[in-house]
């Protein structure tokens, strides 16, 4: 999509908007009357009577005015526009659409696709019972920040930093006052500086070998770098850390459907990184399927059952005890016929029958790729970082067993073992894409290893 470039033309520059305003303007009023036509009646019959949308017929008001006229003049970030239009909004109701409606027209949002976020949202409002704009206002910003493609922008990754900042709070309390104190009790660089800094990070769940690599990496680069006193490791540590998680980059190019692969032990937030996931996709318009190939528990299936529900995406399964490469098969015949964007496997996570597991899951590979060349595209190894040293063996056990082509580290938030990542992204060599900071959909983010670092290391986030 990337309605950014227009957003920017419409409340940007002042001089830039004042020139192109009012073919803008006349722009977004045309495509906003005939999508209100258009849209009236297809909402009509979707929507229920008591929540249908009123299709507005922008008569443009002095309030609208005046809201515009702010808008243009404000500074141009999501949640700025977002507190503008929430201006005097308490709870869900007309008062919300008729706002989310401008503020979308005002983005230039194509009509039908305001029309189907704001009755998406409206669905999940009344699934979820929310009323108060405090409940939702947070999702309401992360959805229009993935429907208009601006997560890259300065205000979203600001709050993402927030976020990972915060989620890491306390993983930082105990590694950045060891800091700390160690800067504080040496001067110069010696060997028992070096020593402590090493059981500092064996403390913080680094791991023997990683921490002894990463020591060893550190002390490269102060000879390079040619630094002599303690205070500037901090810097070379950032340095550091960043590199490691600099992975190398890969073909992008997928042939449609994508097909991602869920892998990792049980409990690790497999199934509910698919449902977070596959939210971001839909946010994004594309057209989900999710394959239950995690037929051990037939609660399971229903999980996910009811997450594919909530999400909107499709959803193949078969009953509990069935094949999962059956499953993965079926599932993946659909998705070709259906014309799918992206197709999830999800898959069971039992370790206790480690041969099993893995069989099984080569199994699924290849009747994936048997049935559509190149899938799965990606592999992607779920590791919650509440298991500390655990993650280690496990990445290994399945990138023998299965391949990985990512990692996704969930359970970030409240652990004091953040460390981990930098533990697996070293040995391991493998992207962290995701990671997760909570229990709600906005709580899965793209991972930004610079953010990580700073937010490990209590340096405050710079655009
Ligand atoms: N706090 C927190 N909880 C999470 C996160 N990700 C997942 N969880 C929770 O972890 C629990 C297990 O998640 P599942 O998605 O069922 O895990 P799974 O890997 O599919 O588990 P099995 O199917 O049993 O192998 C759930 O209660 C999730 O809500 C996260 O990032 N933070
Ligand atoms: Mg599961």
């Known amino acids: 999509m990337g309605f950014f470039s227009a957003i920017k033309k419409m409340f940007g520059g002042a001089e830039q908007a004042d020139a192109t305003a009012p073919q803008d303007e006349a722009a977004a009023k045309a495509a906003a009357e005939s999508g209100a036509q258009a849209g009236a009646e297809s909402i009509a019959e979707a929507a229920a009577p008591d929540t249908a949308l009123a299709a507005q017929p922008l008569v443009v008001s002095p309030a609208d005015e005046a809201l515009t006229l702010r808008l243009r003049g404000a500074e141009p970030k999501l949640s700025v526009w977002l507190g503008i239009v929430l201006e005097g909004v308490d709870?869900?109701?007309?008062?919300?659409?008729?706002?989310?409606?401008?503020?979308?027209?005002?983005?230039?949002?194509?009509?039908?696709?305001?029309?189907?976020?704001?009755?998406?949202?409206?669905?999940?409002?009344?699934?979820?019972?929310?009323?108060?704009?405090?409940?939702?206002?947070?999702?309401?910003?992360?959805?229009?920040?993935?429907?208009?493609?601006?997560?890259?922008?300065?205000?979203?990754?600001?709050?993402?930093?927030?976020?990972?900042?915060?989620?890491?709070?306390?993983?930082?309390?105990?590694?950045?006052?060891?800091?700390?104190?160690?800067?504080?009790?040496?001067?110069?660089?010696?060997?028992?500086?070096?020593?402590?800094?090493?059981?500092?990070?064996?403390?913080?769940?680094?791991?023997?070998?990683?921490?002894?690599?990463?020591?060893?990496?550190?002390?490269?680069?102060?000879?390079?770098?040619?630094?002599?006193?303690?205070?500037?490791v901090r810097e070379l540590l950032m340095a550091e850390v960043e590199e490691i998680f600099r992975a190398p980059r890969r073909i992008a190019a997928v042939n449609p459907p994508e097909v991602v692969l869920m892998i990792g032990v049980n409990g690790v937030g497999k199934t509910t990184t698919i449902a977070k996931l596959a939210h971001r996709d839909r946010m994004q318009g594309k057209k989900v399927m999710i394959a239950a190939a995690d037929t051990f528990r037939a609660a399971a299936i229903e999980q996910l059952q009811v997450w594919a529900g909530r999400v909107g995406a499709l959803f193949h399964a078969r009953t509990a005890g069935s094949d999962p490469a059956a499953v993965a098969y079926e599932a993946m015949d659909r998705a070709l016929q259906e014309g799918v964007d992206v197709l999830y496997v999800d898959t069971a996570g039992r370790l206790q029958t480690k041969v099993n597991l893995m069989e099984e899951l080569t199994k699924i590979r290849q009747v994936l790729g048997k049935k559509h060349a190149g899938a799965p595209h990606r592999t992607i190894l779920v590791i919650d970082a509440t298991t500390g040293q655990n993650a280690l063996s496990q990445t290994k056990l399945f990138k023998e067993a299965a391949g990985i082509d990512e990692l996704i580290i969930t359970k970030l938030d409240g652990t004091a073992k953040g460390g981990v990542a930098i533990a697996v992204a070293m040995q391991h060599h493998l992207p962290i894409t995701y990671v997760g900071l909570g229990e709600v959909m906005e709580d899965l983010r793209p991972f930004s290893g610079e953010d990580y670092a700073r937010a490990l290391l209590g340096v405050s986030a710079e655009a």
């Open 91 to 232: 709870e869900a109701g007309d008062l919300l659409w008729q706002r989310l409606f401008f503020l979308l027209r005002a983005l230039d949002a194509p009509e039908a696709e305001a029309q189907n976020f704001v009755r998406e949202f409206q669905a999940w409002l009344t699934r979820m019972d929310y009323r108060q704009v405090e409940e939702f206002r947070s999702e309401l910003q992360y959805r229009l920040a993935l429907a208009l493609d601006m997560e890259d922008e300065e205000d979203e990754r600001n709050r993402l930093f927030l976020k990972i900042s915060q989620g890491l709070s306390r993983t930082r309390e105990q590694f950045a006052k060891g800091l700390d104190a160690l800067f504080a009790g040496h001067g110069e660089l010696n060997d028992a500086f070096w020593e402590e800094l090493e059981e500092l990070f064996i403390m913080a769940d680094l791991g023997y070998e990683p921490s002894i690599e990463l020591v060893e990496r550190l002390k490269e680069r102060a000879r390079k770098e040619k630094v002599t006193e303690s205070a500037k």
